[in-house]
């Protein structure tokens, strides 16, 4: 059972381009939550999605970010416009749907942007 | 979610035990414990987790006080491979969602 996908593993934009990160839940999970890590502090959570539903977006920036979780396909973290600010690790993790180990959450290896 | 301390930075020789305290003496009575970790640029990783009963698995050990206010990470034979931040979270399950609080966490050196 493959564990969180994410690509690329390593992403460099420069100043105004766009960024986008993808992330591949676990098999059978449903739940899809984006963390961000600066570097030298802890993860910061961002957003947590379910398939076509954004259910808590609270972590986001208001400007230039977006997520989504198609039907199909994987999670992907937008990011427009990026700044130097937005250099920083981007973790995945995904957990199953209610129910027994429900209350584990799995991460990805990240993402780790660099704007120049 | 209830507010976790936890040391800065502790060191363990390797081979012997590593003891992670936690304080989280503002716990509810339906809120679990987690530890997670992270190893050098490696997405965090799931430890262990309870509720008010001591818990075992491969990895570790969770002690919880009987008041709940602190609970202890053991580790019973560091390795260098253990060397890593661990994060100790206090969070109410609410059905499938689980938006998960990191703080600072406390940096594990083992020394050979």
């Known amino acids: 059972n493959a564990g969180v996908m994410q690509n690329p593993r390593h992403l460099v934009r420069r100043r105004g381009q766009e960024a986008r990160l993808r992330c591949s839940p676990m098999k059978g999970h449903s739940h899809v939550y984006w963390y961000r890590q600066l570097p030298e502090e802890g993860l910061k959570f961002m957003v947590y999605l379910q398939k076509e539903n954004i259910i808590d977006e609270s972590g986001m920036p208001k400007e230039r970010f977006s997520a989504e979780f198609p039907k199909e396909g994987p999670s992907i973290l937008r990011i427009q416009q990026v700044v130097r600010g937005d250099s920083a690790a981007y973790f995945c993790a995904s957990s199953p749907p209610s129910g027994i180990n429900s209350y584990e959450q799995y991460f990805g290896p990240g993402t780790r942007l660099t704007v120049t | ?112």
């Open chain 2, 1 to 112: 979610d209830a507010k976790t301390t936890q040391p800065t930075s502790m060191d363990c020789a390797e081979g012997r035990a590593a003891n992670l305290p936690c304080n989280h003496s503002t716990i509810s009575g339906n809120e679990y414990v987690y530890w997670y970790r992270q190893i050098h640029s490696q997405g965090p990783q799931y430890i262990i987790h309870g509720l008010k009963n001591n818990e075992t698995n491969e990895m570790a050990s969770l002690i919880i006080t009987e008041d709940r206010k602190s609970s202890t990470l053991i580790l019973p034979h560091a390795t260098l491979r253990d060397t890593a931040v661990y994060y100790c979270i206090v969070r109410r399950p609410s059905g499938g969602y689980q938006k998960v609080t990191f703080g600072t966490g406390t940096k594990l050196q083992v020394i050979p």
